[in-house]
């Protein structure tokens, strides 16, 4: 089965710098993707940032890119030029469970954006 | 295009009631999922439909949760005979194939 790890219980960045966010995965499957939501404390899940395990380069959407190290297992978050807008809960995903729609969740980083 | 939508946002509810949360996709979507969230934990799936049909429930409870997607109207996830423990987050997802998942703002159910 998979499994999804956030060994970050809590982040603090200063605001305009970068911050990485780690997740570590592990799955049998050979094809599988790497999912990267946020959940502000309005309590809505957005996506972020996809990265497939056959891509060849890292992912980027804007200031969100992904750090992916197929060998280590990790997927992880990097935010450029944080904004107090990014204080956040943040979710790493992927499908599992022998489907590729069953997503499971890490248990999140909460970041604090201090000004 | 709007997105995902959901309703009640905040539920509350008395033990022994029934809780109905409805879940609109994104116009041409026609994949739904249902999630649920306990506090300060991620997302659970509970289940997968597409029209008229479930497609997987492995994570749905075996009594009193139900969940449908009819050919009109939202999809719908019920809780019948509420208890505390049913207190949580529940999203809705949708997408247009099993690709990326886009969610619902989610229904708080409060069980009192």
């Known amino acids: 089965a998979q499994k999804i790890t956030q060994t970050q219980p809590g982040m603090f960045v200063q605001e305009k710098e970068a911050v990485t966010l780690d997740c570590t995965y592990d799955?049998?499957?050979?094809?599988?993707?790497l999912f990267w939501y946020k959940q502000p404390s309005s309590g809505e899940m957005i996506f972020l940032i996809y990265?497939?395990?056959?891509?060849?380069q890292n992912a980027t959407e804007g200031r969100y890119s992904l750090n992916f190290q197929k060998a280590r297992k990790s997927a992880n978050l990097v935010i450029s030029a944080s904004q107090l807008g990014d204080s956040a809960m943040y979710f790493c995903?992927?499908?599992?469970?022998?489907?590729?729609?069953?997503?499971?969740f890490g248990k999140g980083t909460l970041l604090t954006v201090n000004p | 295009n709007a997105g995902v939508m959901q309703n009640p946002r905040h539920l509350v509810r008395r033990r022994g009631q029934e809780a109905r949360l409805r879940c609109s996709p994104m116009?041409?979507?026609?994949?739904v999922y249902w999630y649920r969230q306990l506090p300060e934990e991620g997302l659970k799936f509970m289940v997968y439909?597409?029209?008229?049909?479930?497609?997987?429930e492995s994570g749905m409870p075996k009594e009193r949760f139900s969940a449908e997607f009819p050919k009109e109207g939202p999809s719908i996830l019920r809780i019948q005979q509420v208890v505390r423990g049913d207190s949580a987050a529940y999203f809705c997802?949708?997408?247009?194939?099993?690709?990326?998942?886009?969610f619902g703002p989610g229904t708080r159910l409060l069980v009192l």
């Open positions: 997802a949708s997408s247009p194939a099993t690709e990326t998942q886009y």
């Open positions: 799955t049998s499957d050979p094809s599988y993707g």
């Open positions: 990265q497939g395990s056959y891509d060849q």
């Open positions: 995903a992927m499908p599992g469970g022998g489907s590729n729609y069953k997503l499971t």
């Open positions: 116009k041409g979507h026609s994949h």
């Open positions: 439909l597409q029209k008229e049909n479930i497609i997987d």
